[in-house]
């Protein structure tokens, strides 16, 4: 397939820019069956069976954006894409001219940050100290570029998980979005079986596809841990009958690069440059709740390859007609694996 197929027209009012009143107020496109049916988010309990096992991805998001002044006197607008380990990592950098390894780019704080090398178009930089720290104290939440506006203390606590535990993600699992403890209590009182992975979302959900051959792109490395309760919690479901439910794309990404040629998960931690698109035979999951992606990305090729690229431009077609809100802060789908 090519990148053309995975084109669709949005009307722009339908790009949330801000989080809903509360997090369980979202709608909810039930797309389990030709049959759609327009629900609420506080519906998905009830579609819920016991014994099922639900994964959520517990990344948390960095404070990922930063400036800083180079060597030259320029200023530099940086992206953290992924951290290689606490004193280095991989960055996109807004500059007027390509800055040479061993320059330096000077935070606010006095701080020196190394260019280490170029990786193509991202760049490796180095710390004094702990990256996780510095982020924290002087960087700003990496919203997406569709949502225009500057990151508030209500984006700061909105654009993260109730769950969210550990940092290295530079954006939001957001199908996690519209979980407060109340739902969650509820899916726990329907009988079924939460748990936990952690991938860190990076540079691949926002990066465009820039090849129309599909086959030329190459997705961005991204780091995942797939626990030992988890991988305990899969056989147990199986055995059961019990079905595979991914909260968000990433955990379904996560689960579909650590499993075996046997079907098998084992822990681990690891990463990935898994690329899924129709014709991906998949091996885990069963069931995907998911936002509504952009035109033209990797994730719109990933459910579409779950759920079957015809369907889901039905189910998007039914989604625009009925006024549902797209991505990050809009509203959700359920989808079956076709």
Not at 91 to 106: F, G, I, N
Not at 283 to 297: A, C, Q
Request: charged share 25%; with cysteine; net charge neutral.
């Amino acid at each position: 397939m090519r990148l053309s197929d995975f084109d669709y027209h949005l009307p722009e009012h339908l790009i949330a820019q801000h989080p809903p009143e509360a997090r369980a107020s979202s709608r909810l496109l039930d797309a389990r069956s030709s049959l759609l049916a327009d629900r609420l988010i506080t519906d998905f309990p009830s579609l819920i069976g016991q014994g099922d096992l639900l994964i959520f991805n517990d990344t948390r998001v960095l404070k990922a954006r930063l400036k800083a002044r180079r060597d030259s006197g320029g200023v530099a607008e940086i992206m953290v894409v992924r951290i290689i380990d606490e004193c280095h990592v991989e960055a996109l950098l807004r500059v007027s001219h390509a800055p040479k390894p061993e320059s330096r780019l000077v935070l606010a704080d006095g701080g020196v940050l190394r260019v280490v090398a170029r990786r193509g178009e991202f760049y490796v930089l180095e710390a004094q100290s702990s990256f996780y720290a510095l982020l924290e104290r002087l960087g700003s939440l990496p919203l997406p570029p569709y949502i225009e506006h500057d990151a508030t203390s209500d984006d700061e606590a909105r654009y993260q998980t109730v769950y969210a535990k550990h940092p290295g993600a530079v954006a939001a699992p957001t199908a996690g979005l519209h979980f407060d403890q109340n739902l969650l209590a509820r899916i726990d009182a329907a009988g079924a079986i939460r748990s936990t992975l952690t991938l860190h979302v990076g540079a691949g959900t926002f990066l465009p596809v820039r090849h129309e051959d599909l086959s030329q792109h190459v997705m961005h490395e991204e780091t995942y841990d797939i626990p030992a309760e988890l991988a305990q919690a899969l056989e147990r479901t199986r055995a059961a009958g019990g079905r595979v439910i991914a909260i968000g794309t990433t955990s379904l990404r996560a689960l579909e690069s650590a499993v075996d040629e046997n079907g098998r998960i084992e822990p681990k931690r690891s990463t990935t440059q898994l690329f899924i698109t129709p014709g991906y035979r998949f091996k885990v999951v069963d069931v995907l709740l998911t936002n509504f992606h952009l035109p033209k990305s990797t994730l719109l090729m990933l459910v579409s390859a779950f759920a079957g690229p015809a369907f889901i431009r039905r189910a998007y077609a039914h989604a625009i007609e009925q006024q549902y809100r797209f991505f990050s802060y809009g509203d959700a789908m359920l989808l079956k694996r076709a």
